[in-house]
C-alpha cells in the first residue's frame, strides 16, 4: 500500500486532493498543477468553486491567468465529497481562529475532516497544514480516520505539515519556503516528504506531528514576542521624545545578534495574534503559565488603545474632539501590498473610532469595498485620494503602509497625519508618530 501510492506520486499520476481553496490551499494547489499532478479541490463555499471554475481569482495576488491554466492542466474545484475517493492525499488547508474567549475554535478542521471520513478509502494520506495546538493530529485526526477501520501507517497516511504562507512577499514563494513535516508513524513520514519533495525545494523532516505542530508555534510565537517588545519601546522612546523607527534602522546595522521587527498599530493576519494563543491554551494542561506568550498578547493587543489615543491628543491639539472629527483610515488590509483582511488592526481602528464619535472613512487600493467580515461591518467604499479629499479630513490615519499611496501628496495635502507605521521619517507640523 506504502509504495503504490509512493509509486503514484513519483511517476505523477496520484490526484492531489487540497481541501479548502483560500490564501494557503490556492498557491499549493498551482504549484502542485504546475509540476504535472492533476489536482482536485475541495470547498464549501460555492461561490468560491464557481468563480475558479470560470478561469477567476479573488485573491489579489494569484492571478486569474494562473488560475486558467491551472484548469487547462485538470484542475477542478468541486464542493462534493462524496468524489473524496478520487484523491490519493487530502491536504486539508482550513482555518483555525479564536473563539471569543481566545480558546482554540477547530471547528474548521473537525468539521472538515467529519466531512472526509465517510468517502476516506485505503491507500490516501491525510495533511493537515492548518495551525493548531500539538497533539492535534493524533489526538483528533488519527481517531476519526481509524474510525474507518483504516490502519493509520499500513494502509492509511497520516501527517503534519504547517503551512508557511506570506502573501503579497515578493522573495519567496511555495516552492522555495521550505517545508516542514511530522508523520504519525515512519511510512506515514516517508509518503508525506514524498509528496511535498514533489513541489517544494527543501522538505524538512521532524520526528512527530506534535514537533511539526510546536515549530509552526514556535515561529509565530517568536515574532509576536518580539514585535511585542518593540511595541512597548515605540511607547517609551515616544514618552522620551525619540524616534523608535531611528533606533530600529540603526540597531539593525549590527551584522549580529540583533533582527529587526517594527511596531504598529496592532497584530494581523491569520497566524501571529491568533497562534500564540493554542500553546498557552494547551499548556495550561500540563499545568504551565506561558507568561511570555501572554504578555507580548497583552501588548500587542492593546496597541490599537495606544494608537486611538495618539489620534485624540493630537485632535485636541488642534481644538477638535474625536466626537464628531472626519477620520480617514489608510489601508486596512493587515499588512502592506495584499487584499487579505484578516484580524487587521485598521478594522480594530476603525470600531474604536466610531465607537467615540467619528465619521470613518477608509482608502485602500487592494480592498475596494469593505468585505463582509464575521465580526466587523461597515458600509463603505474605498476612497479615491485626490487633494480635495484628503484635505477634508480633520485626520488622516496612516494604518497600513501600502506602496500604492502617493505620501507626498498626504503629507502636502493633510490637515494631520497620524503615522502609526513610521512611513514618514523628516518631522513636519502635520505628522505625528503613533
Known sequence: ?????????????????????????????????????????????????????????????????SI???LERGFEATTDFSRVPEADTLILCVPTPLNKYREPDLSFVLDTMDSLVPYLREGQLVSLESTTYPGTTDEELLPRMESRGLKVGDNAFLVFSPEREDPGNPNFTTRTIPKVCGG?????????????????????????TRAAEMTKLLENIHRAVNIGLVNEMKIVADKMG?????????AATKPFGFVPYYPGPGLGGHCIPIDPFYLTWKAREYGVNTRFIEL???????????????????????????NGSRVLVLGIAYKKN?????ESPS???????????????????????????????????????????????????????????DYA?????????????????????????A
Open 1 to 65: 500500500m506504502k509504495q503504490q501510492l509512493l509509486n503514484r506520486i513519483a511517476d505523477k499520476s496520484a490526484v492531489i486532493g487540497i481541501v479548502g481553496l483560500g490564501y494557503v490551499g490556492l498557491p499549493l494547489m498551482l504549484r502542485f498543477a504546475e509540476v504535472g499532478y492533476k489536482v482536485l479541490g475541495f470547498d464549501i463555499d460555492q461561490g468560491k468553486v464557481d468563480t475558479l471554475m470560470a478561469g477567476q481569482s479573488y485573491i489579489e495576488h494569484i492571478s486569474a491567468d
Open 68 to 70: 486558467a491554466t491551472a
Open 184 to 208: 504519525v508513524t515512519p511510512a506515514c513520514q516517508e509518503i508525506g516528504v514524498a509528496l511535498y519533495s514533489a513541489v517544494i525545494d527543501k522538505v524538512v523532516p521532524v520526528s512527530s
Open 242 to 250: 525619540i524616534d523608535i523607527h531611528e533606533v530600529i534602522r540603526a
Open 296 to 322: 507580548a498578547g497583552e501588548v500587542n493587543s492593546n496597541m490599537p488603545d495606544y494608537v486611538v489615543s495618539k489620534v485624540a491628543a493630537a485632535l485636541n491639539q488642534r481644538k477638535k474632539a474625536i
Open 338 to 342: 495584499v487584499d487579505d483582511m484578516r
Open 347 to 405: 478594522v480594530f481602528l476603525m470600531e474604536k473610532l466610531r465607537d467615540l464619535g467619528a465619521e470613518v472613512a477608509y482608502s485602500d487600493p487592494h480592498v475596494p469595498v469593505f468585505p463582509k467580515m464575521r465580526e466587523h461591518r461597515f458600509e463603505l467604499s474605498s476612497v479615491a485620494l485626490s487633494n480635495e479629499a484628503i484635505s477634508g479630513y480633520d485626520c488622516v490615519l496612516l494604518a497600513t503602509d501600502h506602496d500604492k499611496f
Open 409 to 433: 501628496q498626504i503629507k502636502a495635502h493633510a490637515q494631520l497625519v497620524v503615522d502609526s507605521r513610521g512611513k514618514y521619517l523628516e518631522p513636519a507640523a502635520n505628522i505625528v508618530k
